[in-house]
């Protein structure tokens, strides 16, 4: 369990198809279905729906070298800490450096112009999705 003097805690990232991260973090500003939360070491158990929107990563210094940020964009999903760490499972997570700005903008753009027969709410996720990869992607968010 984490202490009140611990710098870092353990974030692991697992979608349907792949574990993408397990590392130490000193930060995670994560999209929940309400708005953004974040989370620092010693943090509370709480189970949480995430949203769509930004994932924010900032790491522990280590052996490997000096931290740094990362994000990714997550769509969905249920995150979870409990002790010293934070387990985000997430039906989509696609990484900032690999977002397609100009795909993006074709999704975005399709979306406002749905096939007959579209739900509603299938549209409207679609569009908040093609508009975080775009500010995402124009941004970036590597390390």
Excluded at 116 to 143: F, V, W
């Amino acid at each position: 369990m984490a202490t009140p003097t611990s710098k870092s805690f353990r974030c692991r990232v697992v979608t349907p198809t792949a574990s993408l991260l397990s590392e130490e973090v000193t930060y995670v500003q994560l999209p929940v279905w309400d708005g953004s939360m974040g989370f620092l070491p010693g943090r509370a158990p709480l189970l949480a729906r995430l949203g769509i929107g930004e994932l924010r990563l900032t790491f522990a210094d280590s052996s490997k070298g000096k931290g740094g940020e990362r994000s990714f964009l997550l769509e969905g999903g249920v995150a979870k800490m409990q002790g010293s760490e934070l387990l985000i499972l997430a039906e989509k997570a696609i990484a900032a450096e690999s977002i397609d700005v100009k795909a993006a903008e074709a999704e975005l753009a399709a979306s406002v112009n749905p096939k007959p027969g579209t739900k509603a709410e299938d549209t409207r996720r679609a569009a908040e999705s093609a508009r975080a990869k775009i500010a995402l992607g124009r941004r970036g968010g590597g390390i």
